[in-house]
């Protein structure tokens, strides 16, 4: 994870929690897209707030010593319990914490990365087996949530495309039912014209949120 940022940071500068979800690093597009966004969030905040937790670098995956653990009441975890569930206890305060989810995903195999997965599983913990599926009742009012989609040739809302409706239904399930999605699918068609729609889309989505955020800190 690294932590990006400065001192100086005001309480009102709002939190974001990048996640990439892309293999690649200097050849990812999605990451290229997310670079955009912090930027352009950046310069009309001055400095931004952002947590980033880049899949690349290791997200556990769930077992069964960590499902019986995320079982057990706070109160009756041993020492052992307490550190299968550390990770998962970090991504779930990281994710709880965000005013923004910047997620980047790229398209693999028709759906999101297994990694990305992973890290929907440890944050989803009471609901790995679906058990709470029924109850979609939004409880972040003001969490936001933009999701830049690529891919080469899976283009998004197609019929082949699990990555679209997935990450619509995980947002809402866990409480953010205002969620964006920058379509930058189907790239081998047309790269630079598709990037070149997708950076406007960055752009213009980000001035929009800082402006709704300007708006709620003047009026508070």
């Known amino acids: 994870m690294q ?5 100086l940071m005001t309480a009102i500068t709002p939190k974001i929690l990048r996640i ?12 290229a897209l997310a670079d ?16 980033q937790r880049d899949t690349r670098s290791g997200i556990g995956n769930i077992s069964s010593a ?17 550190a299968v569930l550390a990770q998962s206890e970090a991504l779930m305060n990281e994710a709880d914490a965000a005013d923004l989810l910047l997620i980047a995903v790229p398209i693999y195999n ?13 944050i989803c913990r009471d609901n790995v087996d679906g058990a709470r599926a029924h109850d979609l009742t939004g409880r972040s009012i003001n969490k936001q949530a933009l999701i830049i989609l690529t ?14 409706p997935y990450l619509k239904f995980i947002m809402k399930f866990i409480g953010i039912d205002s969620v964006t999605f920058i379509d930058a699918t189907g790239l081998a068609n047309d790269q630079s014209g598709i ?12 001035m929009d949120i800082a402006n709704t955020w300007n ?3 003047a009026a508070e």
């Open 3 to 7: 932590q990006i940022g400065s001192q």
């Open 20 to 31: 990439d979800g892309s293999t690649r690093h200097s050849e990812s597009v999605s990451r």
């Open 36 to 51: 955009l966004a912090v930027a352009t969030l950046q310069d009309q905040f001055g400095v931004a707030n952002v947590t």
């Open 66 to 82: 960590w499902r019986n653990a995320s079982l057990k009441p706070n109160e009756s975890r041993s020492p052992e319990d307490r």
């Open 110 to 122: 028709f759906s999101i990365p297994a990694a990305l997965k992973s890290w929907i599983d440890l």
């Open 151 to 164: 891919s080469n040739y899976t283009l998004a809302n197609a019929d082949d495309d699990f990555a679209t």
């Open 195 to 206: 990037l070149a729609l997708a950076q406007e889309a960055v752009k213009a989505h980000c």
């Open 215 to 217: 708006k709620q800190t």
